[in-house]
């Protein structure tokens, strides 16, 4: 069984369109978080979410917003898809932010390569 | 914030090389992680360290916690092809409420037969 999974794996859109990317994690982490990998393929945090409760908020623009139904899953809605946005985004998960370090391993999903035409 | 600066950038090594790479920091990290990615896959863990100084192996991989907590460096002997991809080093802190990690830009390795 997959971990940490992503849907969709590809995702070409217009621009100007709403998408949303959805995220779900089977190992009962209570953290979840978003990425986004640009295409010099550097890896930088978008969101965290502990628990369902919104823990990092880095400098994105409000059309993205994250969603987190239930800790297992956050999604993330992106409004008016601009061409900058094309990029892949990743998922993970960690047990829990306040326990040890070594229990708050980050586990990635497989990515969602979104191209914003 | 803090900034990763990770080297090399690309490597073409000859299959049984060894292969060293490394990451500095501008600010102290508590702990380094060393994650490899495949192509369209996400990053996967490979080493973890915990501790300045720390020396720790998986299999043909070892790595290092600097002593000054500002840099690590990862080994990797005896290269075989399914080493090819792109390896980040991370750093994260352990205070804060995000614990979030940090990562350098990544070194694409490739591996000739």
């Known amino acids: 069984d997959t971990a940490v999974s992503q849907t969709p794996k590809y995702l070409v859109t217009q621009m100007g369109n709403d998408k949303s990317i959805k995220c779900e994690q089977n190992?009962?982490?209570?953290?979840m978080y978003w990425y986004k990998q640009d295409s010099k393929k550097f890896l930088k945090i978008m969101f965290s979410?502990?628990?369902?409760?919104?823990?990092i908020n880095e400098t994105v623009p409000n059309r993205f917003s994250p969603k987190s139904p239930d800790k297992a899953h956050l999604n993330l809605h992106i409004n008016s898809l601009e061409l900058g946005d094309s990029a892949v985004y990743f998922c993970?998960?960690?047990?829990?932010?306040?326990?040890?370090?070594?229990?708050?391993?980050?586990?990635f999903g497989a990515g969602t390569r979104l191209s914003v035409l | 914030g803090q900034q990763l600066n990770q080297s090399p950038q690309s490597m073409f090594i000859q299959e049984g090389e060894d292969v060293s790479m490394n990451c500095t920091s501008s600010s102290i990290f508590n702990t380094w992680l060393w994650y490899k990615q495949d192509p369209g896959e996400g990053p996967v863990l490979l080493i973890a360290?915990?501790?300045?100084?720390e020396l720790t192996s998986n299999g043909r991989l070892t790595a290092q916690f600097g002593i000054t907590r500002k840099d690590s460096f990862l080994n990797i002997s005896a290269s075989i092809p399914s080493d090819v991809g792109i390896y980040f080093c991370a750093g994260q802190l352990s205070s804060g409420s995000a614990r979030q990690l940090t990562f350098g830009s990544g070194t694409q390795l490739t591996v000739l037969p």
């Open positions: 360290l915990y501790k300045a100084g």
């Open positions: 993970a998960s960690s047990q829990d932010r306040t326990v040890t370090l070594a229990k708050n391993i980050q586990y």
């Open positions: 190992l009962g982490h209570d953290t």
């Open positions: 979410y502990n628990n369902k409760e919104l823990i």
